[in-house]
């Protein structure tokens, strides 16, 4: 995995798995514990470890899907219809600086318990393998989940600076990760985030560059300065930046 991330000629293309049994639950779906490998996968180099989020149990609706808060302050339902993950049905939907001052963010501490059964599972069942955590959802994305996608976009005219407040929280809490998937065993995290669609950026390329560029530089620079890889996945085309 090394030498395929470096361009250093490995001897074949290394295999990377989602579908990692005691690791994969599909945004909280699934039960890790009943994952299995794909046939012919059996082989795999590398182990993806993702956190999402941690889960408060909200009951069911009239419908029997259940309903789940996080940490963010959302409330999310997890639909019959499987081909969906899960839909945010309550958010903050912050309107004004004091708003988000007042929020109650949460304690990147809360994590300890996924991150610390993570290390035991890799330890016990893949410690010849190369892993790559994934923080997913990105800054990006917990702020549209927050702020929904019209809210965040129409902050980002009408009002820059509370965008940037939000996003700036959401960057510290996922700075404060990096250690725990260093201590939880992990080569590589890889940010998942999305700032555009098929056709383009979602806002303006040049406030991406000054305003928001700068949190995910941040984020690069400390994951590699805890001795690991770091990756940015942006969903749709982000050729503008």
């Known amino acids: 995995?090394?030498?395929?991330?470096?361009?250093?000629?490995?001897?074949?293309?290394?295999?990377?798995?989602?579908?990692?049994?005691?690791?994969?639950?599909?945004?909280?779906?699934?039960?890790?514990?009943?994952?299995?490998?794909?046939?012919?996968?059996?082989?795999?180099?590398?182990?993806w470890c993702t956190y999402h989020w941690t889960f408060g149990d909200a009951g069911v609706n009239e419908h029997g899907e259940r309903?789940?808060?996080?940490?963010w302050g959302c409330r999310?339902?997890?639909?019959?219809?499987?081909?969906?993950?899960?839909?945010?049905?309550?958010?903050?939907?912050?309107?004004?600086?004091?708003?988000?001052?007042?929020?109650?963010?949460?304690?990147?501490?809360?994590?300890?318990p996924f991150f610390e059964r993570r290390q035991q599972i890799i330890a016990q069942h893949y410690q010849d393998r190369f892993i790559c955590g994934f923080i997913d959802p990105g800054p990006f994305l917990v702020a549209f989940n927050l702020l929904g996608y019209d809210g965040l976009l129409l902050q980002l005219h009408d009002?820059?600076?509370?965008?940037?407040?939000?996003?700036?929280?959401?960057?510290?809490?996922?700075?404060?990760?990096?250690?725990?998937?260093?201590?939880?065993g992990a080569h590589m995290v890889n940010i998942i985030d999305e700032v555009a669609g098929t056709g383009g950026m979602m806002f303006s390329p040049a406030l991406f560059r000054?305003?928001?560029?700068?949190?995910?530089?941040?984020?690069?620079?400390?994951?590699?300065?805890?001795?690991?890889?770091?990756?940015?996945?942006?969903d749709g085309n982000i050729t503008d930046i």
Not at 17 to 32: E, I, K, N, Q, R
Not at 159 to 184: E, G, H, T
Not at 220 to 225: F, K
């Open 67 to 71: 309903l789940r808060t996080e940490e």
């Open 76 to 112: 999310q339902v997890v639909p019959n219809d499987r081909g969906v993950a899960y839909s945010v049905v309550d958010k903050p939907g912050f309107t004004s600086p004091a708003e988000v001052a007042v929020h109650p963010w949460p304690d990147p501490e809360l994590t300890n």
């Open 159 to 184: 009002n820059l600076d509370l965008v940037k407040s939000v996003v700036r929280r959401i960057v510290d809490y996922q700075l404060a990760l990096v250690p725990k998937f260093r201590a939880m």
């Open 210 to 234: 000054e305003h928001f560029l700068p949190m995910f530089a941040e984020l690069v620079a400390e994951i590699q300065r805890h001795d690991m890889y770091a990756s940015i996945l942006l």
């Open 1 to 47: 995995m090394k030498r395929a991330i470096e361009f250093r000629s490995p001897p074949y293309i290394p295999m990377e798995l989602v579908d990692v049994p005691f690791l994969y639950d599909a945004y909280g779906t699934l039960d890790p514990g009943a994952v299995i490998v794909p046939e012919g996968a059996e082989n795999f180099d590398s182990a």
